[in-house]
């Protein structure tokens, strides 16, 4: 099937971008996350004290950081995908380069974050607000690390790959995804860093 | 075997998986008392034994020594399900041995753990509370933190049902739920080192939403597609039940 968009094409017309298949993906993915941060706020509500004490020993700055470097990166593969549909397979190549680097920069932090919290004592075990903390962070680190592969992938694909509509696809995939694991940690980090702190 | 007898076979073993859940929710769920289960990670020797053990001793003796009998047949359900996970030239690849191979361990694990729990039960006034306590936590590590062999099925199973476009028994959500079912079972680890909140074993992540997603988010579903084709297959239509191509 082209992937083609005619001039003459009302947004309504055009295909979404990524396949199908994808979407499902990220739809049951944002259910099972929506269920987490439900049972995560409906525990928060029983045990405010505990939940505002305990958020009170994160470091919002690691957080923010964070939320800017993934929003820089989904910028940057926003970019690889228009230049994917103009042919540009070395501005694809950097700009994914760009992607990944803040990728592994956001990781870095993440396990400078975590690193800290064990030196202090502090574990998964130690109150039910770190359980939470610890498994929606690391539930949506391994959504980062599943991404940086995805873009590493397109990345080294991009010299024989760009023109073709399958690498759009699938490059259009994985932007789709790296958008939404942007969009999970911006209802993570208010969630966990912030809200004690209103 | 002619394709009238494969098929009725079929059929019966597909039908083990809803006689499974329903003989688990009467032994273990009900007999068993374990909806939901103590929370014995915050509870003494003592309180284990006489709030939980003591209190119910027959009936969770024989809950759990039906659960031994009932909670192999998950087993050949699985491997039913594994055969029909048949690559395009009729063979069976790694996705479906991953299939097959969490569903027999995790067969073995369903009864195995209860058979310690009815150990404890049986002899909960022969042996120290302490030994009792001991043998129940023991039970639901194994349990709870052996996850993985059933995460193992869920992946094999999800990722065929997702990666091969040509198979129309499953839809591609059932397969995208039974991977994130498997990735739910992460904090199951949890159980030993925590004795309240929502990862404790009778919390509502690790004991509600666990068994509740494994049921509506993966057995469910696929019970239904496995008895729609089993049962659709028409009368000496077909020896196998291969994908349609």
């Known amino acids: 099937m082209s992937r083609s968009i005619s001039a003459s094409q009302t947004p309504i017309d055009r295909p979404s971008p990524g396949s199908e298949g994808l979407w499902t993906f990220v739809f049951i993915d944002m259910m099972i996350f929506l269920l987490i941060f439900l049972t995560f706020m409906g525990e928060r509500i029983g045990h405010l004290a505990l939940y505002t004490q305990a958020q009170g020993q994160l470091n919002e700055l690691f957080g923010l950081a964070n939320t800017l470097v993934l929003l820089t990166s989904s910028w940057l593969v926003v970019e690889a995908v228009q230049a994917t549909r103009r042919g540009q397979p070395q501005r694809v190549s950097q700009l994914l380069g760009g992607a990944l680097l803040l990728g592994a920069v956001f990781s870095v932090n993440k396990g400078i974050e975590y690193a800290h919290k064990f030196e202090v004592g502090i574990t998964p075990a130690s109150n039910p607000f770190f359980s939470f903390y610890f498994f929606i962070t690391f539930a949506h680190f391994l959504h980062v690390l599943a991404g940086m592969v995805c873009i590493f992938h397109f990345r080294r694909r991009a010299r024989l790959g760009v023109g073709s509509a399958e690498y759009l696809t699938g490059l259009e995939n994985v932007g789709l995804f790296w958008h939404y694991v942007d969009v999970l940690w911006i209802f993570i980090f208010p969630m966990l860093y912030l809200m004690g702190r209103l | ?245």
């Open chain 2, 1 to 245: 075997m002619d394709s009238d007898t494969k098929r009725m076979v079929n059929i019966a073993v597909a039908w083990c998986g809803p006689v499974f859940v329903l003989g688990y929710i009467i032994f273990w769920a009900m007999l068993g008392h374990n909806v939901p289960p103590p929370n014995v990670m915050g509870m003494t020797p003592e309180q284990l034994v006489s709030e939980y053990y003591g209190k119910y001793q027959s009936e969770i003796s024989v809950g759990m020594i039906g659960c031994c009998v009932v909670g192999l047949i998950y087993t050949p359900w699985s491997l039913l399900l594994a055969s029909m996970l048949r690559d395009d030239d009729g063979q069976l690849g790694v996705l479906s041995m991953m299939e097959a191979a969490g569903g027999i361990l995790t067969g073995w694990v369903l009864a195995f753990c209860p058979a310690i729990w009815g150990t404890c039960a049986i002899l909960t006034n022969q042996v120290s509370p302490e030994l009792v306590r001991s043998l129940h936590v023991m039970g639901w590590v194994i349990y709870d933190c052996t996850f993985m062999v059933t995460s193992i099925q869920l992946f094999g199973l999800g990722a065929y049902t997702v990666l091969n476009k040509k198979q129309k028994i499953f839809p591609a959500w059932a397969g995208w739920f039974a991977i994130a079912v498997g990735v739910i079972f992460i904090p199951l680890v949890l159980i030993p080192f925590v004795s309240e909140g929502p990862f404790a074993v009778s919390g509502m992540w690790n004991f509600y939403i666990v068994f509740g997603t494994w049921l509506f988010g993966f057995f469910v579903p696929y019970s239904f597609f496995m008895l729609k084709a089993t049962m659709g297959v028409s009368r000496g239509a077909q020896h196998t039940l291969r994908p349609a191509h």
